[in-house]
């Protein structure tokens, strides 16, 4: 078989509800400007409690299959097996399988890789719902909410509809001309993966802490040019994660700053370099930019 240019990793535990959407935006039937034959997904479901059917990452196509990794706190290890896994010359992880993603993000991805030699792409993320759900969640938006919410767009026909439902994140809130927190699908040459030795396995709390900001932060030091999938993103489904799906009043940070203040022997701040744009605006995702520019003049004191 000829190797994909994409291996993208998804990370699955308990997702029952979840991993279905995220899937079929990774099928081709969704993904805009590709084949089968361009990329494969690896659904790694990491000891769900009622483990992640086949049929379902069946469903995503035939380039879509199924691996089992035993549970640990972080996803970490899973990640590093699934890479091992791959065929692809170049990986995507998406850490966060609750996080569906636009139409562009294989196809632009893939040209990045093309037209740069060391890439970091990176796509910026959103919630679902009308705020970050560690605040809508005290309003009352629940999953019950959320299925209503995706049920009044037509989301599988047009994912940028996605947009219309949606509230950035705190990792993506300066927007897609300053830099990221993190990305939730993020794709480097499995050469550079390598390299960095992959997701730190010596995070260990829970959901990996800041394993997923740390890798980025690597990445975008040790390789380059940032590159930033503009008009594209992921988009968080409620699920009760350890971080998203918790009041901030909680601070579930806390945990995850310290150790990476004990890892690390710093605190955590993004990288600095600014990224490069590849992609195209839609009606959707245009009051994104705007606020993007917004953000970007506030920063540079215009």
């Known amino acids: 078989m000829t190797a994909p240019g994409l291996s993208v990793v998804v990370v699955f535990h308990d997702m029952g509800r979840e ?41 995503c196509g035939p380039h879509a299959r199924l691996l089992r990794v035993a549970r640990r706190p972080s996803p970490a290890a899973a990640i590093n097996a699934a890479v091992r896994e791959a065929r692809g010359a170049a990986v995507m992880v998406c850490i966060d399988g609750a996080r569906m993603l636009s139409p562009g993000v294989v196809r632009l991805a893939l040209a990045a890789l093309r037209a740069w030699e060391d890439p ?17 969640m005290l309003e009352g938006y629940d999953q019950a909410a959320e299925d209503r919410l995706l049920d009044s767009v037509d989301w599988r026909r ?79 489904q409620f699920h009760g994660g350890v971080a998203t799906n918790v009041p901030a009043a909680a601070d579930p940070w806390r945990p995850f700053h310290e150790e990476y203040l004990r890892l690390r022997g710093r605190p955590y701040e ?30 540079a004191g215009a």
Not at 25 to 54: H, K
Not at 127 to 136: A, D, I
Request: charged share 15%; proline share 7%; with cysteine.
């Open 19 to 59: 991993a279905p959407r995220t899937l079929v935006t990774l099928s081709t039937a969704y993904q805009r400007g590709v084949a089968p034959g361009d990329y494969e997904v690896i659904a790694v479901d990491a000891g769900s409690t009622v483990p992640l059917a086949p049929e379902v990452v069946a469903a």
């Open 120 to 136: 970091v792409v990176a796509t910026l993320a959103w919630h679902l719902g009308p705020k970050v759900q560690n605040e809508s």
């Open 158 to 236: 047009d994912g940028y509809e996605l947009f219309r439902i949606a509230a950035l994140a705190g990792s993506s809130a300066r927007g897609w001309l300053l830099p990221l927190a993190e990305s939730n699908a993020i794709a480097v040459r499995r050469r550079t993966f390598e390299r960095l030795g992959g997701f730190d396995e010596a995070f260990t709390t829970v959901g990996g802490g800041f394993v997923n900001l740390d890798f980025h932060h690597r990445a975008c030091a040790a390789a380059g040019p940032v590159v930033h999938l503009l008009g594209e993103g992921t988009f968080h």
């Open 270 to 299: 993004p990288p600095a370099a600014l990224p490069l744009l590849l992609g195209a605006v839609t009606p959707q995702s245009l009051p994104f930019l705007e606020r993007s520019l917004a953000v970007a003049r506030a920063a």
